[in-house]
């Protein structure tokens, strides 16, 4: 909506009366974003088994919790649960057929997550970091595409880039942008490569200054370690250290243009220098990748060196390991923080046989008993825990710093990993948070975060009082305890987003 300044002041002096008048479901999504209006909604059907149930379960393991509604809808999906659930699951893989208007317009706001690479530079890291993480936030909150986003946060811990070092801190906008998202539900080869040549993964891992220039230089084998160690193999692969010398010697010559760097232009820009690559006969994993001969001429010779970097990337990724490796992550991350060995077997089975494509791979991820049965057994990462919370509350939020800083305090504030393994998925490091989510459910719930809001009595209507309301919240209905609790607090939906089974999935 273009406003001139005229018609936007107009518009801003008969807000009030506006809204006073009209439902505000009716006003123009300009207008609700400027109120910071959750989606419209009305009454709904909370879940009314005693357990956790297989639309339930989706909603918690497959996105970020339910929104108020959220259960209803995808129940009228199928004739039973179970159908329902998979029909969910089905539409979430197709992301780009899902109409996500709304949260792509309210992340508009955080302009320098769609500038141009070169662009970046002009704009004060803390501005760029902290667009970054609101962003992440925002999307995770309102996205329509949320097993899409919990892809992105999946990739964006395993190919993991603390923002802090060097250029890293005006990078890492475009990788998260041409690298994670570009390739979340797409294919790993080609996320893989996207990853090796990103710009802001050349300066975090050194590939940039990784060169040969001669027989006594001896080549970085930084990102070469954790190309094999985190991003394929696993650090039970089966690769050697030789494997690693090897690796790094294969991708000697690559680098990007520092903002430091003379002659000042084209910042950012990847280039391969022949000069600086290895071009003697080398052995990845058992499998040759041959010299480049002397005679030919500078262009084929510069060919044939970029070459090597597609050469090892293809070792790679048809590795059984690798297969192994991912499969064990999707397993944890969806299933267990101890991964069962049938559904790893059956996912890497699934990974190895369509080279590597992420949707089909999730597929038989979500096909496997394993899935469907292990349910409300996961310990919720502090930023799933607080997105689930504002989900769960049909919150508006601007995603604002006081936010950002619960998430600081619990040590998951989004692209703040100092070490290239990415955040812990497993429950162990994120149990001494538990006093911060307290602080957090209590404040969210007294509407004490500036740029956060929860309409109480609306929600607590619309689900159908305070048993629905806690019916909404967990799950399933409440024990006798969780209601008597729930009562007796004075605090009950504080209580209800501290408790033990909200903060499982």
């Not at 986003?149 to 999946?154: A, K, P, R």
């Not at 048809?318 to 397993?331: D, E, G, N, V, Y």
């Not at 909404?472 to 007796?488: I, K, S």
């Amino acid at each position: 909506m273009n406003l001139s300044r005229r018609k936007f002041l107009k518009v801003g002096s008969s807000s009030a009366a506006l809204l006073a008048t009209v439902g505000c479901d009716q006003l123009p999504r300009e207008l609700r974003f400027l109120y910071g209006q959750p989606q419209a909604g009305g009454p709904f059907q909370p879940p009314s088994a005693e357990d956790i149930d297989p639309v339930t379960h989706v909603l918690n393991r497959a996105a970020f919790g339910s929104r108020p509604g959220d259960y209803a809808r995808v129940s009228k999906w199928g004739p039973t649960p179970e159908q329902a659930a998979t029909a969910y699951l089905e539409q979430q893989l197709s992301p780009e057929k899902i109409d996500d208007e709304e949260a792509e317009y309210a992340v508009r706001r955080f302009e320098t997550l769609s500038e141009p690479l070169g662009e970046l530079f002009e704009y004060q890291e803390d501005l760029l970091q902290n667009e970054l993480m609101r962003g992440a936030l925002t999307r995770a909150v309102r996205s329509e595409r949320q097993l899409y986003e919990v892809m992105v946060q999946f990739w964006s811990d395993h190919f993991n880039i603390d923002p802090s070092k060097g250029d890293c801190k005006w990078l890492k906008v475009a990788d998260d942008r041409e690298v994670i998202r570009k390739h979340a539900l797409g294919k790993f080869p080609d996320m893989l490569r996207a990853s090796a040549l990103s710009p802001a993964m050349l300066w975090y891992l050194d590939g940039r200054v990784n060169r040969r220039e001669n027989m006594a230089e001896k080549p970085n084998e930084n990102y070469a370690r954790e190309l094999l160690e985190l991003h394929t193999l696993g650090v039970h692969g089966g690769y050697t250290q030789k494997d690693v010398m090897e690796v790094a010697r294969c991708l000697t010559g690559w680098t990007v243009r520092s903002k430091d760097q003379k002659p000042y232009f084209q910042i950012g820009k990847v280039e391969f220098k022949l000069p600086q690559h290895d071009c003697g006969d080398k052995e990845v994993l058992g499998e040759n990748v041959s010299a480049i001969p002397a005679h030919l001429d500078n262009e084929e010779r510069d060919r044939l060196g970029r070459m090597e970097l597609d050469r090892v990337l293809e070792i790679v990724t048809r590795h059984p390991s690798t297969a192994r490796h991912l499969s064990t992550k999707l397993c944890r991350r969806f299933i267990a923080d101890e991964p069962p060995a049938g559904a790893v077997e059956s996912v890497a089975s699934v990974f190895t046989q369509t080279s590597g494509d992420i949707r089909a791979t999730l597929r038989a991820l979500f096909a496997t008993t394993e899935f469907r049965q292990q349910r409300a057994n996961k310990f919720k990462r502090p930023f799933n825990f607080i997105v689930s919370a504002l989900r769960a509350t049909g919150a508006s939020t601007d995603a604002g710093l006081e936010i950002i800083d619960y998430l600081r305090r619990m040590g998951h504030a989004p692209f703040n990993y100092p070490t290239p393994d990415g955040y812990p998925e497993q429950a162990a490091p994120w149990m001494g948070t538990l006093l911060w989510r307290w602080n957090f459910a209590s404040a969210v719930s007294e509407n004490k975060i500036k740029g956060t809001k929860i309409d109480f009595e609306t929600l607590q209507k619309n689900s159908g009082g305070d048993a629905g309301l806690m019916a909404h919240l967990l799950g399933r209905t409440p024990t006798t305890e969780e209601t008597q609790a729930y009562h007796d607090s004075g605090a009950g939906l504080a209580l209800m987003l501290a408790s033990p089974a909200f903060q499982r999935c």
